[in-house]
């Protein structure tokens, strides 16, 4: 999963850009700081779709506090598109954006995320501009890539997530997001589709374990007759330093 340790890093859908950054929280310091994060996913999957050909993958990430609101970043991942060969393929991600509070239910976040991937002979490469409002719980987030990825054209996409705390200091996150593109070339015969996601997550100091339940409303046969789209189970043990 793309989760918090950068894309909901988180890394169970990237999070959540892939976006999950903006729940950095911006205490008191004074000076920049830097985290790291690693971690092992039983299944890598980025909005729904797995990346990892349904195999698990090891993550890490490296992230930059300006104090001041601004964050730069980078996290690689394992992949496996099953391109027929013996090559063992990576996901790098690097970004930057700016969060704020507004007051104290409220924030915002605006940013610029360039994903890259090695071991391919293929041009996978693609950027995103992304954004979101932060109300108490509520997040409402856009992305938007002017060239998706593999070159499949123009793509957006509006997401929701709200999140519970429970007892026992459980955490719950609850995502949903709409995929749209300009043309019928990411998948067969589709142009939209939704992921879905919910998260549990606890942490021991340093240490966060999480389980997830993620989806999407790709049929098998416009996921290129593969289980990659399916709703599954997954887990993840991720370490902050």
């Known amino acids: 999963m793309k989760t918090k340790m950068h894309k ?3 890394v169970f859908t990237g999070a959540a850009l892939a976006l999950a950054i903006g729940g950095t929280a911006f205490a008191e310091q004074s000076g920049p700081s830097f985290s790291v994060s690693a971690g092992l996913v039983s299944e890598y999957r980025f909005r729904g779709i797995s990346q990892s050909d349904g ?3 090891i993550q890490a990430g490296i992230d930059l506090d300006f104090v001041n609101g601004f964050y730069l970043g980078t996290w690689v991942s394992q992949v496996d598109f099953d391109y027929g060969n013996d090559e063992t393929d990576f996901e790098q991600d690097f970004y930057g954006g700016y969060s704020a509070e507004v007051n104290d239910s409220t ?5 610029y995320i360039h994903y890259a ?3 391919s002979d293929r041009d996978e490469d693609y950027q995103e501009i992304y954004g979101s409002l932060t ?3 509520l997040t409402l987030g856009f992305a938007y890539s002017d060239d998706y990825w593999a070159e499949s054209g123009a793509f957006y996409y509006p997401y929701a ?3 519970f705390s429970l007892p026992s200091d459980l955490s719950l996150e609850l995502h949903i997001g709409l995929n749209l593109f300009d043309e019928e070339i990411f998948l067969y015969e589709s142009d939209s589709y939704i992921d879905y996601s919910a998260i549990l997550s606890k942490a021991f100091g340093d240490l966060t374990l999480s389980a997830a339940f993620i989806g999407t409303d790709i049929s098998d046969r416009a996921c290129f007759d ?5 709703a599954t189970l997954l887990a993840e043990a991720s370490y902050t330093w």
């Open 55 to 57: 195999q698990p993958a």
């Open 135 to 137: 109300f108490s719980d």
């Open 107 to 111: 924030r915002y976040e605006i940013g």
């Open 117 to 119: 991937y090695h071991g």
């Open 226 to 230: 593969t289980s990659w789209c399916e």
């Open 161 to 163: 997530e709200y999140s």
């Open 8 to 10: 909901i890093a988180t």
